[in-house]
Structure formats: C-alpha cells, structure tokens
T-cell receptor
Framework: SQQGEEDPQALSIQEGENATMNCSYK?????LQWYRQNSGRGLVHLIL?????REKHSGRLRVTLDTSKKSSSLLITASRAADTASYFC??????????????FGTGTRLTIIP | DSGVTQTPKHLITATGQRVTLRCSPR?????VYWYQQSLDQGLQFLIQ???????AKGNILERFSAQQFPDLHSELNLSSLELGDSALYFC???????????FGSGTRLTVV
C-alpha cells in the first residue's frame, strides 16, 4: 500500500523557475526522504529529513516537514533541464522498529521546458 | 555506478516460467530490499533481508521468494510467472537504521 501521496501527479515548468512538490503521509514517521528517478532508471536519494526537523537544505533543494499535518514539500530552485524526472517521497514509519523499510509515495513527474 | 549491482538488466520470458534476479549490495551494507515497480501500482515493497535473515515482508506473492547469502548478495526468485508480473524489479541496500537507500539500476522483466 502507498503511504505517501505526492501532489501534483505531474508538473511542467520553464527552465529557471522553481518547482514545488508536496507529499502527504498517514502514519507517524522516523524520517522522510525524497528520491529522484530518471525514466526507467534506479532511484537516487536526494535528501533525508528527520521527524524532529522542520526544514533542510541541500544545494538547490529545500525540504520542509510538518508532522502535525503529516506533510512534506520539496522545492527545487532555479530548475534545469536535467531536473526532468519523477520525484518520490518515502517514509520510514515509526512502527517499523527493528527494520528500516521505506514506503514510497506515488510520485510527481516533473518536466522542465528549456 | 551506485555501488548496487543488479543482473540481468533485461529479461524476457514466457508465462509459467521461473526466473532469478540477482543483487549485490553496496560494500558494507547489510540490508537488502526488493521492490517491484509497475505503472499501475507504483513502488511496492516486497521483502527485506538483514545480514542473511529475513527482517520484513511486504506484498510479496507466494510464487516469489528471496534469500540473502553469506556474502550478502541476494536473489529474488519468481516462479509460475504471469503477464501481470511484468515490471521493474529494484534492489536497494542500506547500512544502519535510518539511513537512505542506494538503489540498483533495476531488472526489467517482461512476461509474454
């Protein structure tokens, strides 16, 4: 079953604009992670935010986490054509004590128009 | 190269057949996870192994089985294949609790 639901399902923006993707989840979590997947390729880890953190930055990426609303957002600033990919949020659920399986959301397909 | 190696990259087989997918985790990682990605189901967790032992099980069919060997590589066995088993199968590995995953490039299975 899917834990996270990304919104929007698809997003197209002009190169240079900012892209924002949202993720909602259902249970209490230990951490939330964002991954990128280029078409048909493996997923690549972007950033991890722990449940006691509210905001985290990595290069052009900014992630926020609101545990009261069970939601997270990923902001990509100054987008580039190479950012075209699908983006997934994944949660390490608090109930997963003893294992570290991640539950992935449904993904946002981001297209950057040159 | 992510450090996680999956073979084969592509596999085409007939219904009713059995296949084995192989995964070598990143050096030092003890956990291996298997995921199935299909268009209509997204990324579905199948099973996790930690240092040779099964640790968590997800939506894995009885026709599917997996194991992790002493050298930490893992194999996912899919039997009595059906058309609906066509998907991308990913292996990922991680070290300690709460770390991110490193994914392999996947095996694309097509059942005809």
């Amino acid at each position: 079953s899917q834990q996270g639901e990304e919104d929007p399902q698809a997003l197209s923006i002009q190169e240079g604009e900012n892209a924002t993707m949202n993720c909602s989840y259902k249970t209490s979590i230990n951490n939330l992670q964002w991954y990128r997947q280029n078409s048909g390729r493996g997923l690549v880890h972007l950033i991890l935010i722990r449940s006691n953190e509210r905001e985290k930055h990595s290069g052009r990426l900014r992630v926020t986490l609101d545990t009261s609303k069970k939601s997270s957002s990923l902001l990509i600033t100054a987008s580039r054509a190479a950012d075209t990919a699908s983006y997934f949020c994944a949660t390490d659920d608090e109930a997963n004590f003893g294992n570290e399986k991640l539950t992935f959301g449904t993904g946002t397909r981001l297209t950057i128009i040159p | 190269d992510s450090g996680v190696t999956q073979t084969p990259k592509h596999l085409i087989t007939a219904t009713g057949q059995r296949v084995t997918l192989r995964c070598s985790p990143r050096s030092g990682d003890l956990s291996v996870y298997w995921y199935q990605q299909s268009l209509d189901q997204g990324l579905q967790f199948l099973i996790q192994y930690y240092n040779g032992e099964e640790r968590a099980k997800g939506n894995i069919l009885e026709r599917f089985s997996a194991q992790q060997f002493p050298d930490l590589h893992s194999e996912l066995n899919l039997s009595s294949l059906e058309l609906g088993d066509s998907a991308l199968y990913f292996c990922a590995s991680s070290g300690h609790t709460g770390e991110s995953y490193t994914f392999g490039s996947g095996t694309r299975l097509t059942v005809v």
